[in-house]
């Protein structure tokens, strides 16, 4: 290996290591308690290193932020499969959010929320991600021909709402019964699919 390919190998693993103190720290005292300060402690590095990758702990929260929404993405992406029905892949999308918001309450705080990201910036990537995620569905349902001819970015936005929503609910309900969960986004899901009206009502519409 060259001399430049082992210092460009040495940047990348300074700053996944300096990531990855983070996030153990936020996993350990939560979001809101990091600081350049439990970083430098934790792995021995003097604050001129941390700053010299990160200008500031907003920067390292945002990176952090990034990463933990492509690894979602792509969690879902892979779990979403064009030989399944439009219902089965949208559930897909539903189970992650509910876990998330179960057992990630701080991933749920910083990609669901944003609320450690820049409010410009973070809390739209987070809103793109979800909705490029249920477009990609919706297409599918359509393509399939289980979905009639819609409008598949507007639908996103509409079901995410939905989504965010209930998880709101659920989150500050502090509710972590999983049965309780399940059953919650699966009466939500019904009701997108068969709506709440029955069938001799919907004649009249």
Not at 48 to 54: D, E, L, N, R
Not at 59 to 86: G, W, Y
Not at 171 to 180: A, F, L, M, P
Request: net charge negative; with cysteine; charged share 30%.
């Amino acid at each position: 290996m060259l001399a430049s390919e082992r210092q460009i190998q040495k940047k990348e693993e300074t700053r996944k290591a300096i990531l990855d103190a983070a996030v153990a720290i936020c996993l350990e005292d939560g979001f809101e308690e990091l600081s350049i300060r439990k970083i430098t402690d934790r792995l021995g590095y003097s604050s001129g290193i941390v700053y010299h990758y990160f200008k500031d702990k907003q920067e390292i929260l945002d990176t952090i932020h990034q990463n933990t929404s492509l690894e979602i993405k792509e969690a879902v992406t892979n779990c979403m499969k064009p030989d399944r029905n439009f219902a089965e892949n949208l559930r897909v999308i539903y189970k992650m959010l509910a876990e998330i918001t179960v057992y990630q309450p701080d991933t749920f705080k910083l990609i669901i929320l944003g609320r450690y990201g820049q409010p410009s910036s973070q809390s739209n990537s987070s809103t793109e991600l979800w909705i490029e995620m249920i477009k990609q569905c919706i297409d599918m349902g359509i393509a399939s021909g289980e979905l009639r001819e819609i409008d598949s970015v507007i639908t996103a936005y509409t079901l995410l709402n939905a989504f965010l929503v209930v998880q709101m609910i659920i989150y500050e309900r502090g509710e972590t019964d999983k049965k309780t969960v399940n059953k919650i986004f699966d009466t939500e899901l019904d009701i997108f699919l068969h709506g709440i009206l029955n069938k001799e009502e919907r004649e009249y519409i």
